[in-house]
């Protein structure tokens, strides 16, 4: 016999923005598991009954916060949302990666420059942009006396060539020169942003 499904008439849906506390989002999360647990109305299997059209009717109604919302709003409210997802993520899967990633570049660059790559990797690992971006971002921080246009020059021969082409430099970092040091980071930077990105599709599948 397939079990009935939770209804989710029965929640009581939290403001969005309460989910600027921890103690909110542990809340959120507890209500989410009474949802889960509630059995006692059973999901309408077959849903071209009669009784299905009115259940759907009732969960639809419910959603009336959406309607008082402006689309800016619910846009907000929802990265809001996605913000705290992501940092749960992190809290619950990055410290081993960031542990191994230290271990495994820190003989090459101070600690300090690797911290911030690493940062900005993590950040930029979700987001949709280029590689091209992406290297120039890990490290702007690192480099602030150059421009992005300048940066962008020295994140070319990376971005546009097969991963492991390219050949770096990798003498003692205090005997590299300054346009040196900048191609070596962004060479880290290129290294660390896939295996951030092999790990989080690692927790996926």
Not at 14 to 23: C, G, K, Q, V
Not at 112 to 135: H, K, P, R, W
Not at 141 to 159: G, H, K, S, Y
Request: glycine share 2%; charged share 25%.
């Amino acid at each position: 016999m397939i079990p009935p499904q939770a209804s989710i008439s029965a929640m009581t849906y939290p403001s969005l923005s309460a989910l600027d506390s921890e103690d909110s989002l542990k809340s959120f999360n507890e209500e989410l598991l009474d949802l889960l647990l509630d059995v006692d109305e059973a999901y309408p299997w077959d849903t071209t009954t009669p009784d299905a059209e009115d259940y759907f009717n009732q969960i639809e109604s419910e959603f009336s916060l959406l309607e008082a919302l402006e689309e800016s709003e619910i846009k907000t409210q929802a990265d809001i949302l996605f913000s705290h997802l992501d940092r749960c993520w992190s809290s619950g899967n990055t410290p081993n990666l960031r542990d191994s990633l230290v271990r495994k570049f820190e003989a090459l660059v101070p600690s300090s420059c690797l911290e911030t790559i690493i940062d900005q990797a993590e950040q930029l690992a979700m987001e949709n942009v280029s590689q091209l971006t992406e290297l120039v971002e890990c490290v702007k921080p690192l480099w602030t006396n150059w421009t992005e246009d300048d940066l962008e020059v020295f994140a070319r021969p990376l971005a546009y060539s097969m991963r492991g082409e390219t050949h770096i430099k990798q003498d003692a970092w205090q005997e590299l020169s300054e346009i040196e040091q900048i191609r070596f980071t962004m060479f880290i930077a290129q290294e660390i942003l896939v295996e951030v990105r092999s790990h989080r599709m690692g927790k996926l599948f």
